[in-house]
């Protein structure tokens, strides 16, 4: 954590619970989060409980966002969803390029960067997801997955779009394994990202960036990698399923 980045941490909620199971996740949420002031709070239900739970956090201090987008603006698209669309319901982030649509639904770099770019320039805030498998850290590519994740993910994005967006780290082998990386570990993914961010934009664009780590975090090791200079906010899954334990995580000391 850097005083200069406000911590972000948001809730992945994947494809969990229907609009009204959703709707009452968000409205107990809402009190046991009311105090904090000095993170952002954010909620990612899945596309169907948008509205419901936009209805209960509209007024708080907790933001919505999208799971995933599509770059077109209108037209015949069978089954996806716009900018517009996510807008029109409150979003003002939106996650993209999570590991599992990279794995399962064909999202690659070049997807992912024709999204941020959209969602930039309809007003959203994009979460871009990176991180490496198993095999490939094993393999030693972590530097060049990262890098080049980094690299085509925010291809000919301006400086000024730069400080609207989010990147989450999030290392494919602790996602919902319970295996989390040591602070250590993220941190040191999480310098080489800004790292990388400095040489592709520059040095303030760099210091600015937020950078989740994502994978297994729980309430028990929020303050741990939090604690870490270039860890600056948390993406969760699991543990953001139960009010009780995402409002301790996200009031980590
Ligand atoms: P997890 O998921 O917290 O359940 O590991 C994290 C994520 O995929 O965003």
Avoid at 37 to 44: M, N, P, Q, S, T
Avoid at 70 to 79: C, N, S, V
Avoid at 86 to 94: A, F, I, N, S
Wanted: overall charge neutral; hydrophobic content about 40%; some cysteine.
């Amino acid at each position: 954590m850097n005083k200069q980045r406000i911590p972000i941490i948001a809730g992945n909620w994947k494809m969990n619970k229907t609009s009204i199971e959703a709707r009452d996740l968000a409205t107990k949420l809402v009190p046991l989060v009311a105090n904090v002031k000095d993170r952002e709070v954010v909620l990612a239900p899945a596309f169907t409980a948008l509205q419901t739970v936009g209805q209960a956090i509209r007024g708080t201090n907790i933001a919505l966002a999208a799971q995933n987008l599509f770059w077109e603006e209108k037209g015949a698209y069978t089954g996806e969803i716009s900018a517009e669309m996510l807008l029109d319901l409150g979003c003002r982030y939106v996650i993209i390029g999570h590991s599992e649509r990279r794995q399962f639904f064909g999202d690659n770099d070049d997807t992912v960067n024709k999204k941020t770019r959209q969602a930039l320039r309809k007003g959203l805030s994009p979460i871009v997801c990176v991180g490496e498998t198993l095999a490939e850290r094993e393999a030693d590519k972590l530097n060049d997955v990262i890098n080049r994740q980094v690299a085509g993910g925010l291809k000919d994005i301006s400086t000024e779009d730069m400080k609207k967006l989010v990147i989450a780290y999030e290392p494919v082998w602790a996602i919902g394994t319970g295996k989390t990386a040591t602070p250590e570990q993220a941190n040191e993914v999480h310098a080489l990202i800004r790292q990388r961010v400095k040489s592709l934009f520059n040095a303030e664009i760099a210091g600015g960036l937020r950078i989740q780590y994502g994978g297994s975090v729980t309430p028990d090791n929020v303050a741990s990698l939090m604690a870490m200079s270039d860890i600056d906010g948390a993406l969760v899954g699991g543990a953001s399923l139960k009010p009780e334990s995402f409002a301790a995580l996200v009031k980590f000391t």
